[in-house]
């Protein structure tokens, strides 16, 4: 009995080292494909980890209708023993952008993946008396027709949007993708991201 409390205690530690590795090497990949695109959003950042499955990057000063920005690469909890039940249930790696724009948009709405961490998360709060609609696998609420346009718009620079939040209470801007490709220059990524955010403001 005693050896087998050892080599599971063994395991644990192995599987956290290397959960841990995997994904501080993931963070700091995705980090340095942000570099030639973040200064679209602000000239100074902000990091800090938070655990090891988390970063958060904070911009202070945002350009153009972004007042300020954060920017949080969450990653699945590969250093936990528990990652795949939490990958069966839509954890993934997950690019989140909460934007505070420079005035309130005019109108609100959730564009949602119910089958994502995120998505699930954001559904029991939306306001019931909002409109209701669908559009391929995702749940539309709120005003539909800027919904889809933002939608479209996602679609179009690649992104696979999990959640896209537009609210006149802070963050008014809430982007929920897929890591982007990391091929493509991330400047095109933080294009999108002001290009949402002007649409949101229409």
Excluded at 15 to 25: C, D, L, P, S
Excluded at 28 to 53: H, K, N, Y
Excluded at 181 to 187: K, N, V, Y
């Amino acid at each position: 009995m005693t050896v087998l409390i050892g080599a599971a205690a063994v395991l644990l530690v192995a599987w956290f080292a290397a959960g841990t590795i995997w994904n501080v090497r993931l963070g700091s990949e995705v980090m340095r494909w942000m570099q030639s695109g973040l200064p679209l959003v602000g000239a100074r950042t902000t990091v800090r980890w938070l655990g090891s499955s988390v970063v958060e990057l904070v911009i202070n000063e945002g350009e153009a209708e972004l007042a300020r920005a954060a920017v949080v690469i969450f990653m699945e909890p590969r250093d936990l023993p528990w990652w795949p039940l939490s990958r069966l249930r839509g954890r993934r790696d997950t690019l989140i952008v909460r934007g505070f724009l420079k005035r309130p948009p005019a109108v609100e709405l959730e564009i949602l993946d119910p089958a994502s961490w995120s998505g699930r998360d954001a559904l029991g709060r939306v306001p019931k008396e909002w409109p209701a609609g669908d559009l391929k696998k995702l749940k539309i609420f709120g005003e539909q027709g800027r919904a889809e346009a933002l939608l479209a718009l996602a679609e179009r620079s690649g992104l696979d949007v999990r959640r896209l939040s537009v609210r006149r209470a802070e963050p008014h801007l809430q982007l929920h993708v897929a890591l982007p490709d990391r091929s493509r220059s991330s400047r095109e990524f933080f294009e999108a991201v002001h290009d949402l955010s002007e649409l949101a403001l229409k």
